[in-house]
């Protein structure tokens, strides 16, 4: 029972399950989005378009959502993300029920979306830690993100079957509502004790601390700033449309299938690392995985066959995990609870910048260059971000383990 450890904690199974449910909810909303808008206008850009969308208001309100996650329980902060990405589904079903002509009214949904996202980002990132011991922490985390990753592999999944079945999104938008909601019930069985330390007032002193705090930690800095760059600069998930479609011919099944692959990669990794804890040399690995990561993306930008390419993202989302594990141990467990909202809200803005911001820069180099040309161009840039900071974090390249413990006094 020790490789499952967490699963003894009821709140974490409780949590657990309901992030289970959410994700699996958001994925298959991804991907009918994804697809409905690529349907309307076959252009890369608008795909791009889709992430910036969702970034923007992370951008303008982490402060705000970090500060809310230190001055307010966060389970209760979650329950209220819950809902409100139940009724951008719900918006995006009404907007397909009566018919749409064009793309902007998807983009206004999504930039709502985004809203919710920067409030639960902040949240769900710092209420790991309270649901567990602190010696049991990096089990949970490998087991909450193995949790993630399934639900990635069956969202796109379901969501490409339903899509692809019906011949239309309202049902998906239909299934992730119904799936927020879910977890939104099960994320309110969560009870947490009282916090016992107070609350600061929302000063402008207060709401910056969490950037101070990561900017005078450089290992945080560099683990949060590494996969900032690796990642936004390897976005092929963003194209994923375009390769099911013209380059795979593989349909939206094979989008499905596509989008799960990195998923499935990460799972088996995650599960790996649940049985098999990394024990030592762990910057080291996290920078070897991130290399890999570029490596792949290369492999799937130049692939022609469906298997091949869902093999090398299978890889990739086996490097990532790797990558988050490192990163989200070496970031909580430095951290005083006090601060984890803020801290967490600044990590959510290199996250966000470097998946949505990433899937815009992948859209605008594909209409620039074309869409083979930009993953791997975006490969490449990978691996030259791994080999800069390398050179400029080298405390963080030699971090051997990862001891449940916070360094601050």
Known sequence: MGSRIAFQYPNFRRYAIGRFSVVIGT????????????GMTRRPLDLGLVG???FAPGILLFLVSGHTADHFPRNRVLQCCYGGFALCSLALLALSLHGIANVWP????????????????????????????????????????????????LGPTLGGVIYGFTGGPIPVYCCAAVCSLTGMVLVSRVKLAKRTSPMQSATSGAILEGVRYIWNNKLVLGAASLDLFAVLLGGAVALLPVYAKDILHAGSYGLGILRAAPGLGSILMGVTMAHF????????????????????????????????????????????????????????LRTPDAMRGRVAAVNMVFIGASNEVGQFESGVTAQWFGTVPAVIYGGLGTIAI?????????????????QAREDHS
């Open 27 to 38: 994925e298959m909303q991804a991907l009918a989005v994804a697809w409905q808008i690529y």
């Open 52 to 54: 910036l969308a969702q």
């Open 106 to 153: 998807i983009y206004c949904v999504l930039v709502g979306n985004g809203v919710v996202r920067s409030f639960h980002g902040a949240a769900a990132q710092s209420f790991l830690p309270l649901l567990v011991e602190k010696e049991h922490f990096p089990n949970a985390v490998a087991w909450l993100a193995s949790v993630f990753q399934t639900a990635t592999i």
């Open 277 to 332: 804890p990394l024990r030592r040399r762990a910057g080291f690995t996290m920078f070897a995985c991130v290399f890999g990561f570029g490596v792949f993306t290369i492999v799937f930008g130049l692939s022609r066959n469906i298997f091949l390419s869902m093999a090398a993202l299978a890889a990739l989302g086996s490097c990532d995990m790797v990558s988050i594990f490192v990163r989200q141990n070496l970031i909580q």
């Open 386 to 402: 791994v080999l800069l900071w390398s050179k400029l974090f080298p405390a963080l390249r030699n971090v051997d383990q990862l």
